[in-house]
């Protein structure tokens, strides 16, 4: 028996309880990234971890559902700038070393992707997680396919910050506003774990023993791709 998630329902649902009603054609690619991932690695694991990986991504790309620098911005460069610009009048209180800047290489290790990967030390990390050379191309950090195995790897195996979803949500354990800590202590925690119950909300799984029901899934993320 093979189980897949309703995707009908789960782009319905997360439509309406947390875009506003529409969902474009970049958001539904992102979350079906996700999906696809999840489907083809880790079908069984814990629905909560796939909810809170969402949650995750909404939060850290400011609801776009696609890898982002930080800051948003369209380039390296513009993000360094913004990010001195922020740096120098104060508003960085927490950055000991400005982990942007370009190293004599002249690469740079700010926030990339889908979580927001910063520090050479986690593209060291997640290269060797991943199998990808974030080291050699940071910038690969903002492709999709890439952006996903960091994100969901990175938070089941708890590189970012030594926590990892099987400590916050397990048999026993139901700590949605902990998870934070698994990316970034514990800023915006009671907004995440908000995100978190809400994309649950939307995983639904079916039952797809034949390929009547195989064809119903494909032409339903068909549907979801298209009209969002």
Not at 22 to 29: A, G, I, Y
Not at 69 to 94: H, P
Not at 136 to 165: T, W
Request: proline share 4%.
């Amino acid at each position: 028996m093979v189980i897949h998630i309703d995707r009908s329902f789960f782009f319905a649902t997360a439509r309406d309880a947390l875009f506003k009603g529409r969902l474009d054609q970049p958001q539904v690619e992102g979350m079906t990234a996700i999906l696809d991932f999840w489907e083809a690695r880790m079908p069984d694991a814990d629905p909560r971890w796939l909810a809170y990986i969402l949650a995750t991504a909404f939060h850290e790309t400011a609801f776009t559902m696609q890898p982002v620098r930080e800051t948003l911005a369209a380039t390296d460069a513009r993000a360094v700038e913004i990010l001195e610009n922020a740096y120098a009048s104060g508003k960085l209180t927490w950055v000991k070393t400005p982990y942007w800047r370009p190293d004599a290489d002249g690469k740079c290790w700010l926030g990339r992707g889908l979580v927001q990967l910063t520090h050479k030390r986690n593209y060291e990390a997640m290269s060797v997680l991943t199998g990808i050379d974030l080291v050699a191309e940071p910038d690969r950090a903002m492709e999709m396919d890439a952006a996903v195995s960091i994100l969901i790897e990175g938070m089941v195996q708890g590189s970012f910050a030594n926590h990892k979803l099987a400590d916050h949500l397990n048999d026993t354990t139901d700590d949605w506003v902990n998870a934070r800590r698994i990316v970034n202590g514990t800023d915006r925690a009671e907004k995440l774990a908000g995100y978190g119950k809400t994309f649950l909300a939307a995983i639904r799984h079916e039952e797809t023993p034949g390929p009547f029901l195989r064809l119903k899934a494909w032409l339903a993320r068909g549907i979801a791709r298209v009209f969002g």
